[in-house]
């Protein structure tokens, strides 16, 4: 009877995961889905280093940990990165020593390091390059910090290019993030993994029904923007500006702000004083997704930088149109006539009363197919997981005796 040779067993890799961010970014929420497939798949046992600060990311890690016990260790520090932190790692070794403690004691044989811009979890990655430990970086936001409007901008972007060879390989994006990391001068391995949503979280309703819930007024045209209010990069202050100034060309309109965040008083306080303060509703962060792309007639993005923002890829699959300036993953996507240059206030308007008068049902099929095809939670949980095992074994492959 002939012999049945056994089946080599799977091999499982020790990855750990880590964060020092003191809040919770826009870069999470996807890196949270990366997570979840890496544990899915049954190839890992993670552990996951973050920040205490960071409370959000902190209970969502130990959630996933509870939903698949005895695949991740949640391991939270009191180290956190902070402004000119990479010019802070190269000077700063006893708060330093904290990370090198947990790394060495978990004895990974890899690290997949979520970053939103390049200074954050930086330190961990120095601190990995110290030990021999090979770095993955998942970069969300790799544009120079004096572009993102950050305090001190040019000189931490001239001390910070050597972050953008400290990893061992990247996962970002979009094209558009990967020329970006290219014009920082890296010469590692990049790999694109399109953002996802979960279509079934914003089912659409009918129009009225949206605005009822909502409660918005039923017959004027809504400009609408949802998510993070913050000035520096979202541009709620801009929007106002440009609806101000064009006001007779939007005469009919209602402006509709859905989120929180930390320039909200500022907003309400801008909106009190000018003529839009009758045609305004404020609507606290809610998860009724479906209503609110319902409601409007167009939703707009005028972001000083972006990502591949997930709002655009959730209206896009309620067939909405979008007006955004032309920058980062929306410029790929989009089409012309719905983009602006940013800060333009003048074409800002234009754009948007193209997109809410001409008809736009033929791009709009286009756009939801593309989401469907490209961008469904599924298609990011597979590319993450092939993206990430690609590149462990090119940067730290399995040895076989």
């Known amino acids: 009877m002939p012999s049945v040779m056994p089946s080599r067993p799977k091999t499982v890799r020790r990855l750990l995961i880590y964060d020092d961010s003191a809040t919770f970014g826009g870069h999470e929420v996807m890196a949270l889905e990366g997570v979840k497939a890496l544990m899915l798949s049954g190839e890992y046992r993670l552990t996951a280093v973050c920040s205490q600060a960071n409370e959000k990311l902190v209970y969502a890690l130990e959630k996933l940990a509870r939903e698949m016990p005895g695949v991740m260790a949640v391991l939270p520090m009191t180290f956190y990165s902070r402004k000119l932190q990479g010019l802070r790692n190269r000077h700063c070794s006893g708060s330093l020593r904290e990370i090198e403690s947990i790394f060495r004691g978990t004895q990974p044989q890899a690290m997949l390091a979520l970053q939103g811009d390049v200074e954050l979890s930086s330190a961990g990655i120095y601190v990995a390059r110290k030990i021999g430990l090979p770095v993955l970086s998942y970069l969300a936001l790799p544009h120079h910090l004096s572009q993102m409007g950050a305090k001190l901008g040019w000189v931490r972007d001239l001390f910070n290019r050597y972050l953008y060879n400290l990893p061992d390989a990247f996962i970002t994006l979009s094209d558009s993030m990967a020329a970006m990391l290219r014009a920082h ?33 039923l017959h004027p045209k809504i400009i609408g923007m949802v998510g993070r209010i913050e000035f520096k990069q979202k541009g709620h202050d801009f929007c106002l500006k440009a609806l101000e100034f064009h006001w007779e060309a939007l005469a009919g309109y209602h402006f509709c702000v859905v989120g929180d965040g930390p320039d909200q008083e500022r907003l309400q306080s801008a909106v009190a004083k000018g003529s839009w303060a009758q045609h305004f509703s404020w609507i606290p962060w809610t998860e009724d997704l479906g209503a609110v792309y319902s409601a409007l007639d167009v939703l707009v993005l005028p972001s000083r ?63 939801r197919q593309r989401v469907q095809e490209r961008h469904s939670l599924n298609a990011f949980h597979q590319g993450f997981l092939e993206a990430v095992k690609a590149s462990l074994q090119v940067i730290a492959p399995v040895t076989t005796v």
Not at 186 to 195: A, E, F, K, Y
Not at 332 to 360: M, R
Request: hydrophobic share 45%; charged share 20%; glycine share 8%.
């Open 185 to 217: 001068g890296t010469r590692l391995p990049i790999r694109v993994v399109q953002n996802g949503v979960d279509f079934s979280k914003a089912l659409p309703c009918d129009r009225a029904q949206g605005r009822r819930r909502l409660g918005l007024p």
């Open 305 to 367: 930088f972006e990502g591949v923002p997930l709002v655009m890829l959730e209206a896009m699959h309620q067939e909405l149109p979008i007006v955004a300036s032309q920058r980062d993953g929306m410029a790929e996507i989009l089409p012309a006539e719905w983009l602006f240059p940013y800060g333009e206030s003048g074409l800002f308007v234009d754009a948007i009363l193209n997109a809410t008068t001409k008809p736009q049902s033929e791009v709009l099929l286009q756009l």
